[in-house]
């Protein structure tokens, strides 16, 4: 999983799959994270190149600001 700031809040996101192939971008429902497209992720991958993020102040930016203050 990579991070990208925008405007200053960490964004958590993952870039899969072909760079040939057709993009897909992904975004997941309020209160879950991107891990809700893992499932989905095997069957897209031969055929699209996938992008999912997590929406800023969900799990993954926490998670990082955690590992930051540690």
């Known amino acids: ?17 072909s760079e040939n192939n057709p993009l ?10 991107q891990a809700v497209w893992d499932d989905v992720l095997p069957a897209l991958l031969p055929r699209y190149r996938v992008l999912t993020w997590d929406l800023p102040g969900l799990f993954a930016e926490r998670l990082l600001a955690v590992i930051e203050q540690a």
């Open 1 to 17: 999983m990579a991070f990208l700031s925008i405007k200053g809040r960490s964004v958590a996101y993952r870039l899969l799959g």
């Open 24 to 33: 897909v971008v992904l975004a997941h429902p309020l209160g879950m994270s």
